[in-house]
């Protein structure tokens, strides 16, 4: 693993978007600040020979809130970045396709989540694609294909002739799961110089783009709910805890979480399978969307985990389950095929990390593990999962830090983490 990237990322995404493009008549690129929208968005302008209309550009935004019809009319695409700072222009847009609907007119890129756009929902139902753009993945950051999700999602399977071992150390999971998947922060070295970028992009974010949206009352409170998030990364979410930790009532704190939501710092994980039985759990988990700014929020440096204290190996088990989860679900993101994604829990606290159903009803389950040893008290939820779904449970896979690729009781694979992206 290289530990300060260089040189311009090749991103899956760039095919999709240019996929997707072909079919919708407008795509929406959304994804966090600094990410690499812009970049990706550069790149398909070079691609259909077209400039793009910045409205992060304070003059650029003036101009097209003065006249948003004028920037968006016409017969070529028009591609526009941060179109989240003028909000008029989707009516401006909707108004265009109600005269003209074929494919390929609009590619719209923001840092606010679609949803969370004045109108934005009402304005362009049923015209627009939405592609989220996610931090890179361990295989963009390494040059490698990274296809094994899809593989599992078609059915092409898992292909492991004979116990094969991995090469990568738990100092390099580690090392991995702590930079996670920021580029801007991966061009630094890590150390002071990657924690100031931390540092520096979660204040832009919650002084900048969070405002943007609403002007709350008690901004001072976001980081303090932020870090408690944070803490709680790959858990459920439970609101009784997080208002007794932050000092904010339910109402107050669930309206911060969404707009955390919405400038793409944390994300919600559905329960999944609430329909299998009444003792499932219902409430969701709580992910933040980089385990970079995980780790940074929480203080885990690959020194401190290589110390091994009890505590601190709890915490790195969160991460490590945020990393895995973030890695799938960014391929998942390429997926042509509508996937649902969630978890799986009983009451009694068997659990299943994340859960992938295809439109046909078959079922991916992952659970991700720290530890490079996996017991048979490991597989408990995995267990409960396929009493509940027999043979709709394609694959059933455990994640973890060991060296070897091998079958327990026949129909639970057992891999190392890294198989993601070698």
Not at 20 to 32: C, D
Not at 120 to 126: E, K, R
Request: with cysteine; charged share 25%; proline share 5%.
């Amino acid at each position: 693993m290289r530990e300060v990237l260089t040189g311009l990322v090749t991103r899956r995404l760039v095919d999709v978007a240019a996929a997707r493009f072909a079919e919708e008549p407008v795509l929406v690129l959304n994804g966090p600040r600094t990410v690499g929208k812009s970049t990706l968005l550069s790149q398909l302008a070079e691609r259909l020979g077209r400039t793009v209309i910045d409205c992060d550009d304070p003059a650029t935004r003036s101009a097209v809130r003065a006249d948003p019809g004028r920037f968006v009319e016409s017969r070529e695409p028009v591609l526009i970045d941060e179109y989240q700072h003028v909000p008029e222009l989707l009516d401006a847009i909707k108004a265009q396709l109600n005269r003209d609907l074929r494919a390929g007119r609009y590619v719209l890129a923001g840092s606010t989540r679609y949803a969370a756009v004045p109108s934005a929902a009402q304005a362009l139902t049923g015209r627009v694609d939405v592609i989220p753009v996610l931090p890179l993945t361990q295989g963009e950051i390494d040059g490698a294909p990274g296809t094994f999700v899809a593989r599992v999602l078609d059915g092409s399977g898992i292909e492991v002739a004979a116990p094969r071992m991995s090469a990568t150390t738990r100092d390099e999971y580690a090392q991995r799961s702590t930079s996670g998947g920021m580029p801007v922060a991966l061009r630094r070295p890590p150390g002071r110089s990657r924690s100031r970028w931390f540092a520096n992009y979660v204040d832009l974010v919650v002084d900048k783009d969070v405002m943007d949206i609403s002007r709350i009352r008690q901004r001072e409170m976001l980081p303090r709910l932020l870090g408690q998030l944070a803490a709680r990364s790959g858990q459920v979410l439970n609101m009784a805890a997080i208002g007794g930790a932050t000092g904010l009532d339910r109402s107050t704190a669930e309206n911060y979480i969404k707009l955390l939501e919405a400038v793409f710092l944390i994300y919600r994980l559905p329960a999944w399978g609430t329909t299998l039985g009444s003792r499932i759990v219902k409430h969701p988990k709580v992910h933040m969307i980089d385990s970079g700014v995980m780790a940074w929020l929480v203080n885990l440096t690959p020194q401190k985990i290589a110390q091994a204290a009890p505590a601190t190996l709890t915490q790195y088990g969160h991460l490590l389950e945020t990393f895995a989860v973030g890695e799938i679900h960014k391929q998942v993101s390429w997926s042509d095929a509508p996937v649902a994604t969630g978890y799986f829990r009983t009451e009694s606290g068997d659990e299943v990390d994340l859960v992938l159903e295809r439109d046909d009803g078959q079922v991916i389950a992952f659970e991700i593990k720290a530890g490079t040893r996996v017991s048979d008290e490991d597989l408990r939820g995995l267990r409960q999962l396929k009493h509940r779904l027999g043979p709709r449970l394609q694959e059933a896979i455990v994640l973890y830090t060991g060296e070897h690729a091998y079958r327990q009781h026949g129909w639970i694979w057992v891999l190392p983490l890294s198989r993601l992206w070698t």
